[in-house]
């Protein structure tokens, strides 16, 4: 199975704050890594595909690159609707594999 | 609109049974894989399993975790989709999240809001 890492597991961070978020394969998975939103008591929201490519609707505050083992997301201008847990996840390969979840708090 | 909405979860005994279920809306459904995503109390996401469409025979794919004990099925007439899960373990207590794979990307691109299972004696 392919093993995703994230760092780190949790950040804090003030309104108006850029914000990178790591995520790292075990083996390589190209292009094949999505990022997740999740605020509390709520579904997952898809961020962006393919490592970079922003999913219909989500802003323009979020994006995201890397390809091969190391990926990043990063948000531009951290607002409070984005205090929340974000995940990776890889799907080269079965089993589909999540990271452990980086929570944005508020400093 | 795209919509997922899942129903079936509640309390069962260890060993017990449960069967889901996602009312697909908004979009053609039978084009689409779909997956199941579960979330235990207060950890992170954890894939279940997939169904691809009828081009692709309707095959499966499923997480070690649970599979031989989790079946994963559809009915393209009614836009729905289901998880039967069998012996059912304290492990399995999560919220379960159905998922639609994107045609072009194969990534998640909407979620249900979730059902919650809780398997307790």
């Known amino acids: 199975d392919i093993q995703m890492t994230q760092s780190p597991s949790s950040l804090s961070a003030s309104v108006g704050d850029r914000v990178t978020i790591t995520c790292r394969a075990s083996?390589?998975?190209?292009?094949?890594l999505a990022w997740f939103q999740q605020r509390p008591g709520k579904a997952p929201k898809s961020l962006i595909y393919?490592?970079?490519s922003l999913q219909s609707g989500v802003p323009s505050k979020f994006s995201g690159s890397g390809s091969g083992t190391d990926f990043t997301l990063t948000i531009s201008s951290l607002q409070p609707e984005d205090f929340a847990t974000y995940y990776c996840q890889q799907y080269s390969s079965y089993p589909l594999t999540f990271g452990g979840g980086t929570k944005v708090e508020i400093k | 609109e795209v919509q997922l909405v899942e129903s079936g979860g509640g309390l069962v005994q260890p060993g017990g049974s449960l069967r889901l279920s996602c009312a697909a809306s908004?979009?053609?459904?039978?084009?689409?894989?779909m997956d199941w995503v579960r979330q235990a109390p207060g950890k992170g996401l954890e894939w279940v399993g997939r169904t691809r469409n009828k081009a692709n025979s309707y095959t499966t794919e499923y997480a070690a975790s649970v599979k031989g004990r989790f079946t994963i099925s559809r009915d393209d007439s009614k836009n729905s989709l289901y998880l039967q899960m069998n012996s059912l373990k304290t492990e399995d207590t999560a919220v379960y999240y159905c998922?639609?794979?994107?045609?072009?990307?194969?990534?998640?691109?909407?979620w249900g809001q979730g059902t919650l299972v809780t398997v307790s004696s």
């Open positions: 908004g979009f053609t459904f039978s084009d689409h894989f």
């Open positions: 083996q390589g998975i190209s292009s094949s």
């Open positions: 998922a639609r794979v994107s045609s072009g990307s194969y990534s998640f691109d909407s």
């Open positions: 393919a490592a970079s």
